[in-house]
């Protein structure tokens, strides 16, 4: 069979289509919003979803699904809520835009998704993949989606190295992809596509002897599926440095939430303090630290091994102190407000990954302080 790049006899293209979206129904992965009827579940996924994987989105998709059932309870919610219940899951951005959007869905559109893509795409966190992934699948309408894993799929089956980041071999690859999208059932050709990256056509061994498009794919018949798809290094992240202060005082610990703006914004945490280096320093200078920034003046009681914790453009290294204080009146510097917890009800505040990763520390060392 001719590849499909060479395929102008729509035969081709037909057969191609009709091949994929019965491999899909056959062979999908039963998940909880395919189960389920209407907008809302794919809605609250495809929101879950992006730069996220399926087995980690799972549980998040079941918690908001279970506490806000419909698009009203969770336009109702407040940011807080919402951010509290996504917390672990990172890229918190997506959080305060899903809650945006599903106030204007039901403010503007009276709680029905827009079946259009000018007014899916004004939605707030909804850009053209999104739109397009939402409007094909839950609407059926034509448009084509183009994610990491129908990148792959995409450049192997037509030989295409250029290099994916750059937005020439991106446009080139949803063209190919807008060209193929089945016109009666583009929902399905779209999941189909997307499925068969994340679970056939997988970046590092591609199970090709299970794919239903093997007839179709240059890689695979000049075995080069290795070589595909090519992406140049990414640039390198900047490096940032904290200390993490665990403020300790008469059994409660000092939270801080973050400006609205910007990285993990409205996010709580420990204070922090940027610093040039992790190089090590005396505790009198740590305490000196605490006292210049916060006003806060006390005993370092431990300290952490160095953490790590990457986000899109920085890479974070930090290291925690945990610090006995005298008072709690603690100068506020760039945080929108700080409250002082008991270790118990952490868990109601929606602490960002690199923070929430230290409270079984906090725990083990508060037990052995006494
Ligand atoms: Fe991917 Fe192999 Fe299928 Fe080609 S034959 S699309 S490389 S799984």
Redesign the pocket.
């Known amino acids: 069979m001719p590849a499909l790049k060479d395929a102008t006899n729509p035969y081709h293209k037909t057969s191609f289509r009709h091949r994929l979206i019965h491999w899909f129904e056959h062979n999908k992965r039963p998940l909880p919003w395919r189960e389920e009827k209407g907008w809302y579940p794919i809605f609250l996924s495809e929101f879950l979803l992006q730069q996220t994987q399926v087995e980690q989105a799972l549980p998040y998709y079941l918690r908001f699904r279970n506490r806000f059932p419909t698009i009203e309870t969770l336009a109702q919610a407040t940011e807080q809520e919402v951010l509290t219940l996504w917390a672990g899951l990172g890229y918190y951005a997506r959080a305060r835009h899903l809650h945006k959007a599903a106030q204007t869905i039901v403010s503007r559109h009276g709680g029905l998704f827009p079946d259009n893509y000018p007014e899916a795409l004004s939605l707030p966190g909804i850009g053209p993949y999104t739109a397009s992934a939402i409007l094909s699948i839950a609407f059926n309408r034509r448009h084509a989606v183009v994610d990491g894993n129908v990148v792959r799929?995409i450049s192997?089956?037509f030989g295409i190295g250029a290099d994916v980041r750059l937005q020439n071999t991106k446009q080139v690859i949803r063209e190919t992809v807008e060209d193929l999208l089945d016109p009666e059932s583009p929902g399905l050709f779209n999941e189909g596509l997307m499925e068969l990256g994340a679970t056939?056509?997988k970046p590092l061994k591609?199970?090709?002897t299970n794919?239903p498009?093997?007839s179709y794919?240059n890689?695979?018949r000049y075995e080069r599926?290795a070589q595909f798809p090519y992406k140049s290094p990414p640039a390198p992240k900047k490096l940032n440095y904290h200390y993490v202060f665990i403020v300790h005082n008469s059994g409660r610990l000092l939270l801080a939430q973050r400006p609205g703006k910007g990285l993990l914004a409205a996010m709580w945490e420990f204070p922090v303090i940027a610093v040039e280096s992790m190089q090590p320093r005396k505790e009198g200078a740590i305490r000196q630290l605490l006292f210049d920034h916060y006003g806060l003046e006390g005993v370092i009681h431990s300290q952490t091994s160095l953490h790590r914790q990457t986000y899109s453009h920085i890479e974070l290294h930090y290291t925690a102190f945990l610090a006995d204080v005298k008072a709690n009146a603690a100068q506020l510097r760039h945080y929108r407000q700080m409250k002082w917890e008991p270790l118990g009800r952490l868990q109601q505040y929606p602490i960002h990954n690199a923070h929430k990763k230290l409270i079984h520390w906090i725990e083990h060392v508060l037990e052995a302080m006494g």
């Open positions: 799929v192997r089956l056939v056509c591609p199970h090709c794919c498009l093997q794919c890689a695979y599926t």
